[in-house]
């Protein structure tokens, strides 16, 4: 199938450019001892995964269960849920997983490490724990050496679980366009988490892992002294809320085909909007269209601007946020010059559970 015949909005992935990206991380990576564990929200497709694993990943991130699940399903076997998961069922339904792969998860609460404990040795299973340290995005994760250290003693202590290290995700610099806040941040953060783990040592605990970075800022750990696992997922496409970095690392390799609908003197519409691109972190932008005015509704887009598009010419539109786009569609058209070459499936769409 040519790309002109694609039925509009589709989600269409350049395959070359994102493997050039693939190559790219591993080439940062490269002789330190980081170990690349990308995340799986960016993209949500086991195809794409194993891509990244047979490029040397050691696992993969993900964020919910029902994601987990998708990735064990495709014969995933290292997977870090990088997020808590609470709820009875499901705490129950992450001690069975825990018997179909390795299988890492997040904590910040005693009460939790306990409820995983319990179901994990009456499934017979081992759940992996990294406690979460908040490290300034104020998300999860606990707030204090000592909050730390009582986790790690309980994970040490309790059946059925261990402490396996730290989850340290700095989200609130991962699209810091002030270069220099963004790296000194990171780097008080690393301070910060070296004497957290001199700490922990103190007390009788090692930390194997210290686990986090974004696409923003996985390339400013390539001399970490004490991160061990980069988490990044954007990378692959890069969409335009990263762009902005002008990191000069990555290229655009996600995009959506959308139709010009509608077309005026200073402006036209295409026929795709918040259904079909996210806006949630920027604006989407039609590739080489510098619009003096964008507007997004549900089901289109006005790009106001001196322009020559006529009714019926396809556009290629960058994502403002490419895994909130990937989310909502159920499969990629895979181009490669010029050609679909594949169409496979966001198998884990949806799958927020
Ligand atoms: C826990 C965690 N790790 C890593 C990332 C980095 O992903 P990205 O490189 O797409 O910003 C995110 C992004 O939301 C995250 O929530």
Request: hydrophobic share 35%; proline share 3%; net charge negative.
């Amino acid at each position: 199938m040519r790309l002109e015949e694609l039925e509009t909005p589709a989600l269409v992935v350049e395959k070359e450019a994102m493997e050039r990206n693939m190559d790219k991380m591993t080439e940062l990576l490269a002789g330190s001892k980081l170990k690349l564990r990308p995340h799986y929200k960016t993209h949500k497709s086991p195809w794409i995964a194993k891509m990244q694993l047979e490029k040397g990943a050691v696992g993969i991130t993900c964020s919910k269960l029902s994601e987990a699940e998708d990735l064990a399903d495709a014969g995933v076997e290292n997977i870090l849920i990088a997020n808590q998961v609470v709820q009875p069922q499901k705490v129950k339904k992450l001690a069975a997983l825990a018997g179909r792969c390795q299988l890492t998860v997040c904590v910040d609460q005693l009460n939790n490490i306990r409820d995983i404990s319990r179901e994990a040795v009456s499934a017979g299973t081992h759940v992996h724990c990294y406690v979460e340290m908040n490290i300034g995005m104020n998300r999860c994760g606990v707030d204090s050496f000592q909050e730390c250290y009582e986790l790690a003693k309980a994970l040490e202590e309790l059946p059925g679980v261990s402490y396996d290290g730290i989850q340290a995700y700095a989200g609130h610099l991962a699209h810091e366009y002030d270069t220099e806040k963004r790296e000194r941040e990171t780097a008080e953060n690393e301070e910060y988490l070296k004497r957290l783990t001199a700490y922990l040592e103190e007390r009788g605990i090692s930390t194997k892992e210290v686990s986090g970075a974004s696409t923003g800022t996985a390339y400013l750990k390539r001399n970490s002294g004490v991160y061990t696992e980069i988490q990044a997922g954007s990378y692959i496409f890069l969409d335009r809320s990263y762009g902005r970095l002008h990191l000069n690392l990555f290229e655009h390799a996600l995009f959506v085909m959308a139709t010009v609908i509608s077309s005026h003197d200073s402006y036209f519409v295409i026929d795709a909007g918040v259904k079909s691109l996210c806006p949630d972190q920027d604006m989407p932008a039609v590739e080489g269209f510098d619009a003096v005015e964008v507007k997004i509704n549900e089901e289109h887009m006005v790009f106001r601007g001196s322009h020559s598009y006529q009714v019926g010419d396809m556009v290629r539109v960058i994502p403002g946020h490419c895994c909130s786009t990937v989310n909502l569609y159920d499969e990629m058209y895979v181009v490669q010059n010029g050609r679909i070459i594949d169409k496979p499936a966001v198998t884990s769409r949806g799958k927020s559970q």
